[in-house]
């Protein structure tokens, strides 16, 4: 028997329209990437542990699970750039009050994607949504700009260090990690896990050794458990850093009168976003 017609139309409106709320984490970046990071690694517990339950056949069942592994993957690097949108939205929230400077001319929208943003609840939200933060040196000029000093040409606040005197040998180390894991990303995502031989020249640039292309991604629950601590521990750190960083530059805003605003009541605002202490013009506020 024919199988019955599909508006395939409704369907995708069906799906669009099957969404929930955003979780209360979502209000922090730093709280918001804890919760997605830790739901992609629960449900690979999840299933370890219920599927070790019952009887099941093992290689179907390794298949299974490498192929989820890589979605996990993919979902905990993609919970790592939204954080770091997320960021940079606070950051321009909080500074397009002054962008004399040109400190905005890291971001730009075509006149097309402005329509379609233009609802957007803030000037952050519709500066930094429609870009991808999945290149460690281009999320490097963008915050460098933001977070400079007035009239600073340039800035010298690296989310990744890259070379020599930007950094610590620990601090160029993770950020060559984290250029790899964001082609590991591109990989899972664009070419559904095959490593091709432009990945591989990339992958072998970043980490110093041997990679093959022409192969297959299976990463497994070890491979997932280990990337994952290394985004949270850098994510904790950049949440941290940055915290400073833009409470210092307000500071000295508010004390340069480029900005009129309440220390106490604005060192409230950021903990709220970084949930972690902040200090401007010596007010603190505490999470």
Not at 4 to 32: C, K, M, V, Y
Not at 49 to 68: C, E, G, I, Q
Not at 263 to 286: E, I, R, Y
Request: overall charge positive; proline content about 4%; some cysteine.
């Amino acid at each position: 028997m024919a199988m019955p017609p599909i508006d395939f139309n409704q369907a995708i409106l069906d799906t669009a329209s099957n969404s929930g709320d955003l979780p209360l984490e979502s209000s922090s970046p730093w709280e918001h990437y804890r919760r997605s990071a830790n739901d992609a690694w629960n449900l690979v517990l999840y299933m370890d542990r219920n599927v070790a339950r019952v009887n099941h056949y093992s290689k179907p069942f390794d298949r299974h699970m490498s192929r989820l592994h890589g979605m996990a993957l993919a979902n905990l690097v993609g919970a790592f750039e939204r954080f770091l949108k997320e960021l940079a939205v606070v950051c321009v929230n909080e500074l397009s009050g002054f962008s004399l400077d040109g400190r905005l001319d890291e971001f730009s929208l075509k006149g097309s994607v402005a329509a379609a943003h233009f609802k957007a609840e803030t000037v952050g939200n519709a500066l930094c949504e429609a870009d991808t933060w999945l290149s460690c040196p281009r999320v490097n000029d963008k915050f460098r700009g933001l977070l400079a000093d007035p009239f600073e040409a340039g800035g010298k606040f690296y989310v990744f260090p890259m070379k020599k005197g930007h950094g610590s040998e620990e601090e160029l180390m993770r950020s060559r990690q984290i250029s790899a894991i964001f082609q590991l990303r591109h990989t899972l995502v664009h070419n559904l896990g095959v490593i091709t031989e432009s990945d591989a020249i990339k992958l072998r640039q970043y980490l110093k050794y041997s990679i093959d292309g022409k192969k297959l991604l299976t990463p497994s629950s070890k491979n997932v458990r280990q990337i994952k601590r290394l985004l949270d521990e850098t994510a904790s750190d950049i949440n941290k850093r940055m915290s400073l960083k833009l409470a210092s530059l307000m500071t000295t805003l508010h004390q340069d009168n480029y900005l009129s605003f309440d220390p106490s009541l604005k060192a409230q605002d950021l903990v709220a976003a970084f949930k972690c202490l902040v200090t401007v013009c010596g007010q603190t506020a505490t999470p």
